[in-house]
């Protein structure tokens, strides 16, 4: 992947089309970013804020976000802005149909904050949980990435699962609205090795959560929770 990120204007196209045909040629899947070469790019990013709703694209896209006040080195722990928010943003703009880029600055020597390695371990832990609803996922059609103001969605490659990824912790009970899960289907929470009992009724399908999971430290992750339900259809 090559970032370009300057807007070089009108004058240089022509030697920008040159250029570009090169790098093709000399790596014919690399991916340019679109900034400042228009329909040469294959990917776009947003930049300091994720879309407030799916991107109507057919290219590529992911968000690329500070995690202190610039790209820049932060001095500042106080600063970044934390392990969790790279977690509900990057949940946000997958379930979108995009991806999540944070950027963190090294020092004068080549060295990254103390802080902003501890953001970034955290979301690496988050990830190893839950992986499986971010990597090769894809958004669900239409409006449904999202139900309400803490759950977000995205779907597996092959349609076989939705994965509903609560950014608050339910409570004993989770109930959705958005997906039914398949007749004698078993959902689960990742992390958990026991599947969670279910029941669809009027207002959605209704979740127990272990009880055990009331204790935070019992949980398998923090920030998010995310679960695997095979829906009906």
């Given at each position: ?16 089309r ?33 879309p ?15 995690l ?20 509900h943003?990057l949940v ?24 902003a ?12 949980v839950?992986?499986?609803?971010i ?30 990824v ?42 127990r ?25």
């Open positions: 992947m090559l970032g370009l990120d300057m807007w070089l204007g009108a004058g240089v196209w022509p030697e920008l040159e250029t570009v045909k090169l790098i093709r040629t000399l790596q014919p899947d690399v991916m340019l970013r679109a900034r400042g070469i228009g329909n040469y790019g294959d990917y776009y990013t947003p930049e300091g804020f994720v407030g709703s799916r991107e109507n694209t057919a290219m590529p896209w992911f968000v690329i976000y500070p202190g006040r610039s790209f820049s080195y932060e001095p500042e722990p106080a600063q970044h802005k934390g392990g969790r928010w790279i977690i943003n946000d703009a997958v379930a979108k149909g995009g991806a999540f880029m944070v950027g963190i600055g090294p020092d004068a020597n080549g060295r990254f904050h103390p802080t390695i501890e953001n970034l371990e955290e979301a690496g832990a988050w990830l190893d839950n992986g499986e609803a990597y090769a996922t894809r958004p669900r059609d239409g409006d449904l990435w999202r139900e309400g103001d803490h759950i977000r969605y995205t779907r597996s490659k092959d349609g076989r699962f939705v994965y509903a609560a950014l608050e912790w339910p409570g004993p009970e989770l109930t959705l609205e958005r997906v039914q899960p398949a007749a004698g289907s078993t959902v689960t929470m990742l992390g958990l090795t026991q599947p969670l009992a279910w029941t669809q009724g009027g207002k959605g399908v209704s979740i959560l272990p009880r055990a999971a009331e204790d935070p430290a019992r949980r398998p992750c923090s920030a998010a929770w995310v679960f695997r339900i095979q829906p009906a259809g």
